[in-house]
């Protein structure tokens, strides 16, 4: 079963608009974290927003927010304030374990492309 | 801070031939692993290391093999390339000890062309 699903192949936003970037997870563990990060089109992939399971908070980082909703197994990336440097492919990660764990992998969603326009 | 480094960031191959991508890293970090990404299919785990001399593997482990002798350093080799291989390759680490959030630090990825 897939375990990080990201249903959103491509999304559109103009700039100075909010955007939420779906994805959902699949786990039966009570301790694991969440995380996003950011590809464009250079290629290189850059870490942006972390939530651990037992954060009662939603994380948050400048522009970036991080909606998590435990219950329903979601943990949605918002983007305030869209820019034109946001237009990029984000990916929805997993690590499955506590943050103790050693040497668990990161399991990833397939991605959804944010394009961000004037 | 170099972080993690991959060579070659660009190769082409020919079916059967074989070749090592090389990664290291300077952080000192226990855990690297190796994913490729293909479109449409996210990033995929081949191989993983939690320390020197420890690895195993990940979801698409096929056709690739890992070694792990020191701690800054992961080379991927590929013993016989296939077309299937084509793929951008990256390497990532992470500090695996108290307060980790297992947040993966990546190289600037491999674009692999077999033909």
């Known amino acids: 079963a897939q375990k990080i699903t990201q249903t959103q192949p491509g999304m559109f936003v103009q700039e100075k608009e909010a955007v939420t970037l779906d994805c959902t997870y699949d786990t039966s563990d009570q301790s694991y974290g969440l995380f996003w990060y950011k590809q464009p089109s250079s290629g290189e992939m850059i870490f942006l927003i972390y939530q651990g399971s037992y954060d009662e908070q939603n994380a948050t980082e400048g522009r970036y927010s991080l909606n998590f909703q435990k219950a329903r197994k979601s943990a949605n990336l918002v983007i305030s304030a869209s820019q034109l440097g946001d237009s990029a492919m984000y990916f929805c990660a997993m690590r499955e374990g506590g943050i103790y764990q050693a040497g668990t992998a990161l399991i990833f969603g397939k991605g959804t492309t944010l394009s961000v326009s004037s | 801070n170099a972080g993690v480094t991959q060579t070659p960031k660009f190769q082409v191959l020919k079916t059967g031939q074989s070749m090592t991508l090389q990664c290291a890293q300077d952080?000192?970090?226990?855990?690297m692993s190796w994913y490729r990404q293909d479109p449409g299919m996210g990033l995929r785990l081949i191989h993983y290391?939690?320390?020197?001399?420890?690895?195993d593997q990940g979801e698409v482990p096929n056709g690739y093999n890992v070694s792990r002798s020191t701690t800054e350093d992961f080379p991927l080799r590929l013993l016989s390339a296939a077309p299937s291989q084509t793929s951008v390759y990256f390497c990532a680490s992470s500090y695996s000890g108290p307060g980790s959030t297992g947040e993966l630090f990546f190289g600037e990825g491999s674009r692999l062309t077999v033909l």
């Open positions: 952080m000192n970090h226990e855990y």
């Open positions: 290391s939690v320390g020197a001399g420890i690895t």
